[in-house]
């Protein structure tokens, strides 16, 4: 079976969720993935109206991972760093580069005049946009009285006007006014002079806390607002670029074959277009068009940009500016043609509300997502509890001395004692819960050690298991699973000595982990809870709901990126925080969830554990999901423990409660100790902020435990 040819999409502007939105209903063919340093895009042509408090920050923000994942584009949550078009490589920060046959760039741009003195420093810079709106409310929070903008085009216009209506301040817009269009400045002149905001068309060389220094003469003001032009990326090096900064492409938007660009990032060799979002919607479907035909060899087809563009500027209180084929137009009716045009552009692309929930907008004219059901990866894929259990007790049974813990122990890991040390052993392996190598080996190799240091052992060596489909390049596809491997490994000293590869159907990695302990009693054992103890969960619930939903294009980015930032932790922290703590059990939550963990570890010494359901720390987003019904495809299978557990009066309709079946993939720890302040604040030092005590150990009442 051949490879499909590898595309990767580095950025999630205007012309990117364009080729995103058509790859549901028109699949390229390829194989996608898209880079991103942060899942959500703020859509620019809002950002006024957000300043001015006309729209919430939610409806100015396209969610690119479910909009990706509901095509069947893998997302990759790391930041570009540049790009070897030489080598065909994508260089990202904190993992190894991604290689490609065809990549596109639509990346936006930055600020230009940032690195004058004080800029950095004292000034709020228009872009990045989202860390943008964060500030303007923090100065609105401040009440300054005295606001001066820097920079007097179209953006600048639009930001003095709506930061003069949210704030009721004062005004003050540098620059020369929108150079590009002198009729429309003078409209925008006679709209400042009526509303109180003063124009000065001088320079800016120097930034200050108290003010600016403008032309030789200091200005003083309580904030200074930076949108002094655009400015290229800065991850360019190496390729051809303009003296701003902005990479060179040819009229068919090629870069260097194979390599495209489109939106504020690049200038057209042929065309000098101002930079401005109109431009990057219309090279949208251009785009996608080329990368189709790189994609099958044929000819590149040239953009033709548009003659001339609707320019409209929102003056932040329900009226607007506008000009076109040289006519101006002004009034609270442009004010609604331009919110109606940004809603509509919207609702193309904003897949999820704030809920989780589809947006009708989005599903209009799309097809339907096929109603088929999705095989959850990671530890969701466990062989259920009770068939593990009963093929266990079929193997008859073999007495070794040696053996500190094994099969019939039912431990995190294995023990095996030899003179003067005891040697401890796991091996963990699932199938990946997403196409990203990298992350899959890093996730496996965390799952792998975590066995060990719920033993309170330390990993030591361990070898990989990894199975590669048919259809992806071994090479490329082994590199990033091992580098994924290596990144935790090496973080956690300790070392992987080899490993054994497989082709198989699906991508499948695991490892065989080897620890050494002192001596028995230097092991921690899951089942040895004793009546009186606190249980304590170090890390918040959910990670199976999150991936189910995530391959459907069902889970917001931040609910992801929640996910995946404490996945890749690991457990070694919190073990290492325990040490010489009075903990009495460790167990490690992983594919048979919560309850399925808790049993084992209650089963062994006889007792039993009462449960508060309302205490369950879950990531964000996995309330909505289970209430929505989403579930991972395992979870019916852990959720068999029901039937011996008690559940008192309405904890089984609590938003939580079916948080204890959902298989966790690279889980924290569950600890029982007679010390819980103790062990809360060493696994809070650790890292582990959601821990929390979640129940007690208590005598056997009905039931295995009792979920209050």
């Not at 062994?604 to 989403?630: F, N, T, Y």
Request: with cysteine.
């Amino acid at each position: 079976m051949s490879a499909l040819p590898e595309l990767v999409l580095v950025g999630a502007g205007h012309s990117h969720v364009q080729v995103l939105r058509m790859q549901r209903s028109e699949p390229l063919p390829a194989r996608i993935t898209l880079v991103v340093d942060r899942p959500e895009a703020v859509y620019s042509g809002m950002v006024p109206g957000v300043v001015a408090g006309q729209y919430h920050r939610d409806e100015a923000v396209i969610d690119a991972r479910p909009l990706a994942r509901s095509a069947g584009v893998e997302v990759v949550h790391a930041r570009c760093v540049g790009i070897d078009a030489e080598r065909k490589q994508v260089l990202v920060e904190g993992r190894p580069p991604l290689a490609y046959e065809v990549c596109s760039l639509n990346v936006g741009s930055t600020v230009a005049g940032t690195e004058l003195p004080g800029v950095r420093e004292h000034a709020v810079p228009a872009r990045p946009i989202g860390r943008f709106i964060d500030r303007v409310e923090r100065l609105v929070a401040l009440g300054a009285e005295h606001v001066v903008v820097v920079g007097a085009g179209a953006g600048g216009v639009e930001l003095a006007f709506c930061l003069q209506v949210r704030m009721g301040c004062r005004v003050t817009l540098i620059g020369k006014l929108l150079s590009a269009r002198p009729r429309l400045a003078e409209r925008v002149r006679a709209e400042a002079v009526d509303r109180g905001i003063t124009l000065e068309a001088g320079r800016v060389s120097e930034v200050r806390s108290e003010g600016v220094v403008l032309d030789g003469e200091f200005l003083a003001c309580d904030a200074t607002v930076w949108v002094a032009g655009a400015a290229g990326p800065g991850i360019f090096e190496g390729l051809a670029c303009d003296p701003r900064g902005f990479v060179l492409a040819d009229d068919t938007l090629q870069v260097a074959p194979g390599l495209f660009a489109a939106g504020d990032c690049v200038h057209l060799r042929d065309h000098d277009l101002p930079k401005a979002g109109v431009y990057a919607v219309r090279q949208g479907p251009a785009l996608r068009n080329n990368l189709r035909r790189a994609l099958t060899g044929q000819a590149l087809v040239p953009y033709e940009p548009q003659a001339t563009v609707l320019t409209l500027l929102n003056l932040g209180d329900g009226t607007a500016l506008g000009a076109k084929w040289g006519q101006d137009i002004a009034g609270a009716w442009v004010w609604r043609l331009k919110d109606r045009i940004d809603r509509v552009f919207m609702g193309r692309f904003q897949v999820l509300d704030a809920s989780g929930a589809a947006r009708d907008l989005f599903l209009e004219g799309m097809p339907p997502m096929a109603e088929v059901e999705m095989v959850c990866g990671g530890c969701a894929a466990k062989v259920g509890e009770t068939d593990l259990s009963r093929a266990l007790a079929r193997l008859p049974r073999r007495d070794d001395s040696d053996v500190v813990m094994g099969l019939e122990a039912a431990d995190d890991a294995a023990a095996l004692q030899r003179p003067g040390e005891v040697m401890v052993q796991s091996v963990d392996v699932f199938p990946a819960f997403t196409d990203d190598a990298f992350l899959v080996g890093q996730v496996a190799a965390v799952n792998a050690l975590s066995d060990l240091w719920a033993s309170g052992v330390r990993p030591r060596a361990a070898l990989a298991i990894v199975s590669v489909p048919e259809d992806r390049p071994h090479e490329e596809l082994l590199f990033q699973v091992l580098s994924g491997v290596r990144e935790h490994l090496d973080r956690e000293g300790c070392t992987l000595l080899g490993g054994h590869t497989t082709v198989g159907e699906k991508l499948t990695v695991g490892l065989s982990v080897t620890g050494f302990a002192p001596s028995p009693d230097a092991l921690w054992r899951n089942g040895s809870v004793q009546l009186g103890d606190a249980l304590v969960l170090s890390r918040a619930l959910g990670t199976g709901v999150l991936w189910h939903a995530d391959m459907a294009g069902r889970a917001r980015g931040p609910w992801m990126d929640a996910s995946i930032r404490r996945m890749i932790r690991g457990n070694g922290p919190a073990s290492r925080g325990l040490s010489g703590l009075d903990v009495s059990a460790v167990t490690d939550v992983t594919g048979f969830g919560l309850a399925g963990h808790l049993g084992e570890m209650l089963k062994a010494e006889g007792v039993s554990a009462r449960i508060d359901v309302a205490a369950l720390p879950v990531l964000p987003g996995v309330a909505e999901l289970l209430a929505a019904g989403e579930r991972s495809t395992f979870h019916e299978q852990n959720r068999a423990i029901v039937r011996a557990v008690e559940v008192v009066g309405k904890a089984g309709w609590h938003p939580h409660f079916e948080a204890l079946f959902d298989p966790q993939t690279a889980g924290g720890l569950l600890v029982a100790t007679k010390d819980p302040g103790a062990v809360i604040e060493a696994l809070v030092a650790a890292g582990d902020t959601d821990a929390v005590v979640i129940g007690h150990a208590t005598a056997v009442e009905v039931g295995l435990f009792v979920v209050r």
